[in-house]
Every structure is written in C-alpha cells, then in structure tokens.
C-alpha cells in the first residue's frame, strides 16, 4: 500500500468534502458485526426476547433488521445506554429492563446482547445468568465485541451451545 502523503490537499484547497483524499481505500467486504449475527439467529430460539445493550447506533439497526425479517413481530427490546451510563454502568437499568420484558412479554428466556461499548467499559452481566437471579426464567448473556474477533461465526458458534435445545 502506498500511503505517500503527496496525494493529500493542502487545508487552504480544501472547498468541499470530495477535496479530503484518503490514504487508503476501505477493504470490502469485510467481516459483519456478530450483533446481526445473533440477530439473525435469535429468531430460531422457540419464545425467546432479546434484549440489547448498547448505543443507538446498535440498538436502532438490530430492531429495525429484527421488525424486517420477522414481519412486526419480532422479541428484540433495547437498552440506550446514554453518556451517565457509559460512564457509571447500566447494570441496575439491565436488571429494570428484563423485569418489564418479563412483565410485559412472559417469555420462555431472556438473551441479553451486549454491544462494543459496554463491553469496552467492563461491565459484567454474567451473574445475571446464575440461578438465583430471581427472574424465574432463564437468561443468557451474550457478548458481540466486533473489535475482539474476525467473524460473527465465532460468537454464533459460542452461543450455540447456549441454545441447545431452545432452538425449534
């Protein structure tokens, strides 16, 4: 790869956005996040919600892709973290989320998906799958952390052997 800087513009030639040259191109297509990935097989887990924990950004595309592909009738639940958050944890507004998902939906399990960000921050949700969780049904915790991995397969395969007999 040639990354001469000879091909970039000076900041005075700079009038609109097409004059910022890159360095390099973009490699495509490259591996897809594990979060669509996990989406994608959710929907075979028989009465199974989904609740994912994370940005906007993966909050808004994984129920807009799971609203699409399931026709409207789609499990998937999401929980913004907002800037206190991100900062402190959202582990008590995890627990509240499952509690109303719980309430509202009475479904057979809970997976709880987290995205890059918490899972950057450390925030730890694996106690929530223990038995004396007092939810009453079962809840898998499932970890996407795209920047940890190559391939959305590695966390399917992981989280397959979660599902082991939920799937239909």
């Not at 040639?2 to 097409?18: A, F, P, Q, R, T």
């Not at 907002?82 to 995890?94: C, D, L, N, P, S």
């Amino acid at each position: 790869m040639n990354c001469s800087l000879s091909v970039l513009n000076k900041l005075k030639d700079i009038k609109e956005d097409k004059d910022i040259k890159a360095l390099s191109s973009a490699i495509f297509p490259r591996t897809h996040c594990p979060l669509f990935g996990v989406a994608l097989t959710a929907s075979c887990v028989k009465d199974m919600a989904m609740l994912v924990v994370g940005t906007s950004e993966c909050s808004y595309y994984t129920k807009v892709f799971s609203n699409n592909r399931q026709k409207g009738l789609d499990k998937v639940y999401s929980l913004v973290m907002k800037e206190k958050e991100v900062v402190f944890g959202a582990y008590e507004q995890v627990k509240m989320a499952i509690e109303h998902i719980i309430e509202y939906e009475k479904p057979s399990g809970i997976m709880v998906v987290t995205t890059c960000v918490p899972e950057l921050i450390g925030e730890d949700y694996k106690d929530l799958e223990s038995s004396e969780n007092n939810f009453g049904i079962p809840i898998f915790v499932v970890q996407t952390e795209h920047y940890k991995c190559s391939s959305h397969i590695v966390i399917l395969c992981k989280s397959k052997m979660i599902w082991m007999g939920l799937i239909y």
